[in-house]
C-alpha cells in the first residue's frame, strides 16, 4: 500500500484547473489505487488528484471508508451534467486543515465520467454522494469548500492558517 502526502490550503496546484486525462491506462490506473489507498489512510471520503500533487481529472469517493467493497467510484474526467434540490451539509477538506463549516449544494447530481477500466459511466449520488461528487469535482477546478463559504468566515480561516504556518516555519517545520 503506498500512501502519498496530501498538499494542505495554501498549496498553489490546489488552485489549479486539472487537466483533462487523455486515456485511462496502467498510470492512471495505478495513480487511482495510490489516491484510494490514501483516502483510507487519512481517513477521508473523497480525494481529488491535486491534492496529492498531481494536476489532473481524476477522483476517488468511498462513503464506506472501505468497508464495503462496491462502494468506491473512481472517475475520470468526472462531469456534472444535471442537477436537482438543495442540501446543507458540513465539510471538512483533508487539504483544509482544522476548519469545518457548513456547505449549500445540489441535493442530487447526475455525474458523467471515465471508469477504471476505460468505460464511459454515469453515476447519480444523493445526499451525501451528490455533496462529496461536487466537492471533489471542485477540486479539480482549483475550488475549494471555503469558497462556498462567507468571506468573513473564509478570510478568519486564511489568517489563523498563515499563522500557523508561520509558527511552523519558526519551528524548521
Ligand atoms: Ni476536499
Known amino acids: 500500500m503506498s500512501i502519498m502526502e496530501i498538499l494542505k490550503f495554501p498549496s498553489p496546484v490546489l488552485r489549479k484547473r486539472a487537466r483533462a486525462i487523455l486515456e485511462v491506462d496502467g498510470r492512471i490506473q495505478e495513480l487511482a489505487e495510490k489516491m484510494v489507498s490514501t ?71 447526475v455525474v458523467r465520467g471515465v471508469d477504471m477500466e476505460g468505460r464511459e459511466v454515469e453515476v447519480e449520488g444523493e445526499g451525501l454522494m451528490a455533496v462529496a461528487l461536487q466537492h471533489e469535482i471542485d477540486h479539480l477546478d482549483g475550488v475549494l469548500f471555503i469558497d462556498h463559504i462567507s468571506k468573513l468566515k473564509r478570510s478568519r480561516y486564511v489568517t489563523k492558517r498563515k499563522k500557523e504556518l508561520q509558527e511552523e516555519w519558526k519551528r524548521g517545520g
Open 39 to 109: 483516502m483510507y489512510d487519512a481517513p477521508g471520503i473523497g480525494l481529488a488528484a491535486p491534492q496529492v500533487g498531481v494536476s489532473e481529472r481524476l477522483i476517488v469517493v468511498d462513503l464506506s471508508l472501505g468497508e464495503d467493497p462496491t462502494a468506491l467510484i473512481a472517475l475520470a474526467n468526472p462531469e456534472i451534467i444535471c442537477t436537482e434540490g438543495e442540501i446543507d451539509t458540513e465539510e471538512g477538506c483533508l487539504s483544509v486543515p482544522e476548519l469545518s463549516e457548513n456547505v449549500t449544494r445540489c441535493a442530487r447530481v
